[in-house]
């Protein structure tokens, strides 16, 4: 008779069982799920800044009631199916388990060995931003001897309106002053970019063909990028280190849902 009762106790109570008791590290059970006392005490903290010591009886009633909604509200979600129909749903789904993924790489203290070895493998990314002033000069392309002739006079005298003038060049308006690196690249393109870096303050190019004409560049001002030491970039290497792992746990959870999923794609789309 004790085995049979213990039996029944045990399968009355087990978890995924229909029961009247709520189990003593909930606080309510709504249709059999549980809303755990852990949550429900940092609602409280949340909600009010109290403990559940110090909170009044209508702060402990307000957040079991709003926690009640939410699951009733959730578990009504789940019924209608919102989870495969619902775009902010769908999306706030995708996040969680993002965020799910990322836990213990958000979470994981790196030894400074490992971040030493990362630094020095992505030494590239740890540098001060260029900084660059100059003139982007252009004369049409069949006035080489005009742009020759310029580059010989701006050797001797400063680029100033009535000399660009009497030059007959034009500004293209892909320079100006104290320009970033990464925007004068999008700015002046590729070729005539990798020739500015080469200009030391107060040089100018020879002249140089391209699509809409022959360019000469004059070189005002050429901070190039510094190199940080491991200690001044450390909280950046650390940053990026975290991600580098946050997206490696990504992709590795991706390819196995993949795996293990049925997709199947419609011809037209292969």
């Excluded at 009355?12 to 029961?19: D, H, L, N």
């Excluded at 559940?52 to 009631?65: F, V």
């Excluded at 970019?193 to 080469?198: K, L």
Aim: no cysteine; charged share 25%.
């Amino acid at each position: 008779m004790i085995g049979l009762g213990l039996a029944g106790y045990a399968l009355f109570t087990a978890r995924g069982t229909s029961t009247l008791m709520v189990p003593a590290e909930d606080v309510a059970l709504v249709n059999q799920q549980p809303i755990s006392r852990s949550d429900y005490l940092a609602q409280l903290q949340t909600l009010y800044g109290v403990d559940l010591q110090h909170a009044t009886a209508a702060e402990r009633q307000k957040t079991l009631d709003d926690m009640i909604r939410e699951e009733l509200f959730v578990q009504r979600g789940k019924e209608l199916d919102l989870a495969s129909t619902d775009p902010d749903v769908r999306a706030a789904l995708v996040n969680a388990v993002e965020l799910e993924i990322a836990a213990d790489a958000i979470t994981d203290q790196p030894t400074e060995a490992a971040l030493s070895l990362y630094y020095a493998a992505h030494r590239e990314r740890y540098v001060s931003e260029g900084l660059m002033s100059l003139h982007d000069l252009v004369f049409p392309a069949n006035e080489r001897s005009a742009a020759v002739q310029a580059v010989e006079t701006l050797k001797t005298q400063a680029p100033s309106p009535p000399l660009l003038s009497q030059l007959h060049a034009k500004e293209s308006g892909n320079g100006g002053e104290d320009v970033f690196y990464f925007a004068a690249k999008i700015h002046l393109g590729e070729r005539l970019f990798a020739a500015a870096q080469a200009l030391p303050a107060g040089a100018i190019s020879a002249p140089i063909e391209m699509p809409d004409g022959l360019h000469v560049l004059y070189m005002l001002k050429n901070s190039i990028p510094v190199p940080f030491d491991f200690v001044t970039a450390r909280d950046q290497v650390l940053n990026d280190y975290r991600n580098d792992s946050i997206r490696r746990l990504k992709a590795g959870d991706e390819t196995f849902l993949r795996k293990r999923a049925n997709i199947q794609i419609a011809d037209d789309m292969r």
